[in-house]
């Protein structure tokens, strides 16, 4: 069973900064993608960014520039660093990773990290 543990959620005041973390119970290099979303009551989860595992990564319009994906593979976490925070990125934030491709595809999620930006 793999585990996706989240952390480093916080309140902050809009333009600070804050980094989530998701450590994997899984060698991340065993995954053939990893990314972020992120959900607010009412709202569909909505993807943040992704990281495939060949380092590439895709961005929602409303974060680029502002926020980083990454990972350490030796910690077997991923990382997403937001800077420049707006009242609008206030959600709880997921971490999602992903094994195989088509019918075969495997998808985990975390339970989750809140994020709360203050005007």
């Known amino acids: 069973q793999v585990q996706l543990v989240e952390s480093g959620g916080g309140d902050v005041q809009a333009g600070g900064s804050l980094r989530v973390s998701c450590a994997s119970s899984?060698?991340?290099?065993?995954?053939?993608?990893m990314g972020w979303y992120r959900q607010v009551p009412g709202k569909q989860r909505e993807l943040v960014a992704t990281?495939?595992?060949?380092?590439?990564?895709n961005y929602a319009d409303s974060v680029k520039g502002r926020f980083t994906i990454s990972r350490d593979n030796a910690k077997n976490t991923l990382y997403l660093q937001m800077n420049s925070l707006k009242p609008e990125d206030t959600a709880v934030y997921y971490c999602?990773?992903?094994?195989?491709w088509g019918v075969g595809r495997s998808e985990y999620w975390g339970q989750g990290t809140q994020g709360t930006v203050s005007s």
């Open positions: 899984l060698r991340i290099v065993s995954f053939n993608g």
């Open positions: 999602n990773a992903w094994t195989g």
């Open positions: 990281l495939s595992s060949s380092l590439f990564t």
